[in-house]
């Protein structure tokens, strides 16, 4: 019996013809509950999760990038709360006893160079210092803020080109085509949702080399 061979014609595919490009299944302005809260609250979780290629390796990129936003938090909590604990009024001798309006404006210094706000007891009816009221000195509270703002925005820069890092080692990894411009302004104005995108991404990859 003979067996008949079947010639088949491929008809060649034009010149202009080209494979579409690897890109980022998700758009980074998607609102997605998991990767949107978990990009805002514990960065350093997508950071640590995407990054490991190694599960024994998460724990020290956690700790590793908990410690930077440590640095960046800090200043914002110390902006926060430091301004109120500022010395009000004017620095006495002693606290006028009489006088519960001159009393509120007055603070003194002790011999440990502390300083405390007046305070006008209700019950004796009387301007007197405590202990309980602490304060800072203007200059001293001034020189306390510029270092917090330096720290800030030393600690702001780094976690911006961290975020682009980020973005950029995970495009490269992948073999996505990088857009400069175009992730630069992401990483720098929407930090979160660029981690988030990245995350959401890693996550359906994942997924997909799971369910094959």
């Known amino acids: 019996m003979k067996s008949s061979l079947t010639t088949i014609f491929i008809q060649p595919q034009s010149d202009d013809y080209t494979l579409p490009q690897p890109e980022l299944k998700t758009p980074w302005y998607r609102f997605d509950t998991e990767s949107c809260v978990l990009s805002a609250i514990l960065p350093c979780h997508i950071y640590s999760k995407v990054l490991t290629r190694k599960r024994s390796y998460y ?3 956690f700790v590793l990038f908990s410690l930077m936003y440590a640095f960046y938090y800090l200043p914002i909590i110390g902006w926060i709360y430091l301004p109120p604990l500022t010395c009000k009024g004017n620095q006495v001798v002693s606290c006028p006893m009489y006088s519960k309006n001159d009393c509120l404006n007055s603070f003194i210094v002790l011999d440990n160079d502390k300083a405390y706000q007046c305070f006008w007891s209700k019950t004796i009816d009387l301007c007197i210092p405590t202990t309980n009221q602490q304060c800072i000195q203007e200059l001293i509270m001034e020189g306390n803020m510029d270092v917090i703002y330096t720290v800030f925005s030393v600690m702001f ?4 080109f961290t975020t682009y890092q980020f973005r950029s080692s995970y495009q490269d990894n ?3 085509p990088r857009k400069t411009w175009k992730d630069c302004l992401i990483a720098s104005l929407f930090p979160v949702c660029s981690n988030a995108q990245i995350y959401r991404d ?6 997909e080399f799971i369910t094959v």
């Open 59 to 61: 724990k020290y990129y």
């Open 157 to 160: 820069l780094v976690v911006l």
């Open 174 to 176: 992948h073999s996505i």
């Open 202 to 207: 890693y996550d359906i990859k994942d997924n």
